[in-house]
């Protein structure tokens, strides 16, 4: 079974530009979380996905969005973006049958630089 | 939310050395999961515990789930220097509906 994959692996932006990043869970799997990790910071929660609808929400500004496709696929776009929003953003996905996200297995990450 | 604290933070060892890092709560939590990541990849799943008490293996490694439901720990035997990475636990509190991470335990090898 093909693990979770995300787009791009690298990208590099300029200030105020908008990014979209891509991620497709584990085939089955519907739940697909976001997290942003930085040196500083660890692994920050975004948001969340399951059946196209967010379920839960980070402490991140309204310039993070998200969304998820009937087919699970999940983007999630940063508008005007800013020198501190450099970091390894990593999708993970899991099979959640009880309506509880757990055992999330994460992708390689995309790695975006705000320049 | 609920926040894990893990430690140590960083552990720099000799080839072939015990390693064992843990994370603490002040609140109750339901799973406990402990993630390994290499540099720039995402973390990789390596045990999942579910029950109070549960002690789980996975090759060189070890977790379990502690009594109070308040802590986990981790225990690598006979490190090698592919264990270089980060290590993370994630847990679920008992009144939460996602998980929340510790920051990471840094360990470094020495061969």
């Known amino acids: 079974k093909a693990g979770v994959t995300q787009t791009p692996r690298y990208l590099i932006k300029t200030r105020g530009q908008q990014v979209t990043l891509s991620c497709s869970p584990i085939?089955?799997?519907?739940?697909v979380s976001w997290y942003q990790q930085t040196p500083g910071q660890g692994l920050q929660f975004l948001f969340e996905y399951f059946s196209e609808t967010q379920r839960n929400k980070g402490n991140f500004p309204g310039r993070f969005s998200g969304r998820q496709f009937s087919n699970s696929r999940s983007e999630m776009n940063v508008s005007t973006l800013e020198l501190g929003d450099s970091a390894l953003y990593l999708c993970a996905s899991s099979w959640d049958p009880a309506g509880v996200s757990y055992e999330q297995y994460f992708g390689p990450g995309t790695r975006l630089t705000v320049t | 939310g609920q926040q894990l604290n893990q430690s140590p933070q960083s552990m720099f060892i000799q080839e072939g050395e015990d390693v064992s890092m843990n994370c603490t709560s002040s609140?109750?939590?339901?799973?406990w999961l402990w993630y390994k990541q290499d540099p720039g990849e995402g973390p990789v799943l390596l045990i999942a515990l579910y029950k109070a008490g549960e002690l789980t293996s996975n090759g060189r490694l070890t977790a379990q789930f502690g009594i109070t439901r308040k802590d986990s720990f981790l225990n690598i035997s006979a490190s090698i220097p592919s264990d270089v990475g980060i290590y993370f636990c994630?847990?679920?509190?008992?009144?939460?509906?996602?998980?929340?991470f510790g920051a990471g335990t840094i360990l470094r090898v020495k061969s």
């Open positions: 085939s089955g799997h519907r739940s």
């Open positions: 609140s109750i939590f339901n799973t």
């Open positions: 994630a847990g679920l509190w008992e009144y939460g509906n996602k998980l929340v």
